[in-house]
């Protein structure tokens, strides 16, 4: 999976196809040169123009690491600053070897020692049968250095196993993992044992990218911060991780059985012990694409496939919940089934005014087309005046099948949504937009379901436009100013950016078009703000207050449905409610925790940030 979609570069190409070359007018255009300024102007132009034919252009990525990555007299005052701090951790570097290419090899341990950080152990574990040219290389390889340590096995037992005797050599406070033929980058322990001096983690994860045969680094990973729900999706943390070996040695250490996702299954239990787990938004792993790794093609390894869902099956039992893991759409994403012993009544709330022909495709789709058991129906009507709308109203009424609310008054969302909470029924409330359709019926259960999870306290949907475009995936802050849907725009079956698009996570906010919240939790941040976020925004504000009182938003991806957005409403901001959401949260809106300060605020992609 590629870290930005093909998707983006074939519509730029269709968009803004390559004019014709025509041949007479540069000529022309090189005449006027030579007779307008002289011919050692045109002499400086042609040498410019062939300058640019024959060197690319630089990629993105290449000026992010540009403006981004220190260079010689960077490392060298960060090493200095080493000595001014009261903390020096020592961290120990864990590597599997069998069978390596030993210039990849060589590459990986020279990696380590030009770490600007010298408070570092190397293990090593050659996982057998022995190789005796492989063990004179290391010898000599290694020569003095005694920061780097040897075991052997006679049998080959796997990587969990070697990854295991690697650990029973370390005696650092921390460990790390690292691959043969990766490399690490060379401010990577420095930013570990840095992040320790001001707070105390047990649990580091880093950006990385992935070098190529030749030796060029691209496809960069820019990560969100700590999300729970993403790794029951697909092991994001990956590389770089690096644990406190006390709580490495607590947990079991890498368990046999579950080798290629041997550190899925760690990170997966220890994060059930710690939640001092930590980001560090910096590439300091390079993943090299060799033949055959997950690293070139992420279906590379099935094996792996089956090892993650164990860990994964496994996580669940530990955390005593109901479900079963399915393989997602794409390589390495996986999907929980939730099954809860009971289903909560959820309470749909849905505003409307006239439009009858968009609310009845909404209300027949949940009476008709979503399977969950106990659902309860309250439409806040704002004063509809087509006849065909108030009919519709009536007949549902008296039918039964929901209840209306009257809402008089200028048009205020957060009032309405409010005004229906204290009126509802159910557990869990439902937030509707009326231009809504469900894609299968299933969707709620699946909202419902992690809805119900301990300190969640709201739940989004994958919502596609008509024409089959994604509309929202999550909500980022700072995206186009105060806050933007995820990916919208980007075609139904892309994935995103690493699967994002498709795997269930964590996220600052999520759109009240389809959001399941509970109802005790509504309660208790007192509902939307209808005094100052009557239209926008509203949604948005709700989560972070929900965040401030321990509650966590989550996207679910396996909950599809259809919004016709403002199709029953106009778009436009108000000034007010922008000036209110910058000054009540602007130190959130600057810096998302599940987005990347590495990627774009000015497009919904994912785009590598160069503003």
């Known amino acids: 999976m590629h870290a930005f979609s093909s998707w983006t570069t074939a519509a730029t190409r269709e968009a803004h196809p390559f004019p014709p070359v025509d041949r007479r007018s540069k000529l022309e255009k090189a005449v006027g040169v030579l007779r307008e300024e002289g011919p050692v102007e045109l002499a400086r132009r042609s040498t410019a123009f062939l300058q640019r034919r024959i060197r690319p252009r630089p990629s993105p990525y290449d000026r992010w690491k540009a403006s981004h990555e220190a260079g010689f007299f960077g490392l060298l005052k960060q090493r200095r600053s080493v000595l001014t701090w009261q903390a020096r951790p020592s961290l120990s570097l864990l590597m599997p070897i069998h069978r390596p290419e030993l210039s990849w090899l060589h590459s990986a341990i020279l990696s380590v020692e030009r770490q600007i950080y010298p408070y570092w152990q190397l293990c090593l574990a050659l996982d057998g049968p022995p190789e005796p040219g492989v063990r004179r290389w290391l010898a000599r390889r290694i020569g003095g250095e005694k920061r780097i340590q040897v075991v052997e096995s006679r049998q080959h037992g796997g990587i969990a196993a070697a990854g295991q005797a690697a650990l029973e050599l370390a005696t650092g406070d921390f460990v790390g993992l690292l691959d043969q033929d990766d490399e690490l980058s060379p401010a990577a322990l420095y930013r570990v044992a840095q992040s320790l001096q001001s707070e105390e983690t047990d649990f580091f994860y880093s950006d990385e990218d992935k070098l190529t045969p030749e030796g060029l680094r691209v496809d960069p990973y820019f990560k969100p911060g700590w999300s729970p729900y993403l790794l029951l999706s697909q092991m994001y943390t990956g590389h770089f991780s690096v644990y406190r070996r006390s709580l490495v040695l607590e947990v079991g250490g890498f368990r046999t059985g579950f080798d290629f996702s041997q550190d899925h299954d760690l990170a997966l239990r220890i994060s059930e012990a710690t939640d001092r787990i930590r980001r560090l938004p910096h590439i300091l792993y390079h993943w090299r694409q060799v033949p055959g790794s997950a690293a070139t093609d992420p279906a590379a390894k099935p094996e792996a496939a089956g090892a993650a869902r164990r860990a994964l099956s496994e996580a669940l039992g530990r955390r005593r919940i109901s479900g079963k893991v399915v393989d997602g759409p794409f390589p390495n994403i996986y999907c929980i089934d939730r099954s809860p012993r009971s289903w909560p009544a959820v309470t749909a ?185 009557p239209v926008a925004y509203n949604d948005v504000d709700y989560c972070l207050r929900l965040k401030q009182i321990g509650r966590r938003t989550v996207y679910c991806a396996e909950a599809e449905l259809i919004h016709h957005e403002s199709a029953s409403r106009g778009t436009g901001l108000d000034p007010a409610e922008v000036a209110v959401m910058l000054d009540r949260w602007g130190p959130q809106i600057e810096d998302d925790p599940h987005y990347s300060p590495n990627l774009s605020r000015g497009r919904p992609d994912f785009w590598i940030r160069l503003e």
């Open 349 to 533: 709330i849905i505003p409307t005014r006239d439009q009858p022909d968009l609310l009845r495709s909404c209300i027949e789709g949940l009476l008709q087309k979503t399977d969950y058991p106990e659902l309860d129906l309250l439409i806040v009507d704002h004063e509809s005046r087509d006849e065909t709308a108030r009919s519709y109203l009536r007949k549902l009424a008296r039918s039964g099948r929901a209840r209306v609310l009257p809402f008089r008054g200028p048009f205020n969302f957060s009032a309405m949504v409010n005004l229906a909470a204290r009126h509802a029924r159910g557990d869990l409330l439902l937030l509707l937009n009326n231009d809504t359709e469900p894609l299968h019926p299933g969707w709620l259960r699946r909202m419902a379901a992690i809805a119900v999870d301990p300190g969640v306290g709201a739940v989004g949907a994958r919502l596609l436009y008509p024409d089959g475009r994604l509309q929202h995936a999550g909500v980022v802050l700072g995206l186009g100013g105060v806050a933007g849907n995820a990916f919208s725009f980007l075609p139904a079956d892309s994935p995103g950016y690493f699967g994002a698009a498709w795997t269930t996570r964590d996220y600052s906010a999520v759109t009240a078009a389809c959001m399941v919240t509970p109802r005790e939790d509504f309660l208790a941040v007192n509902g939307f703000d209808a005094d100052s976020l």
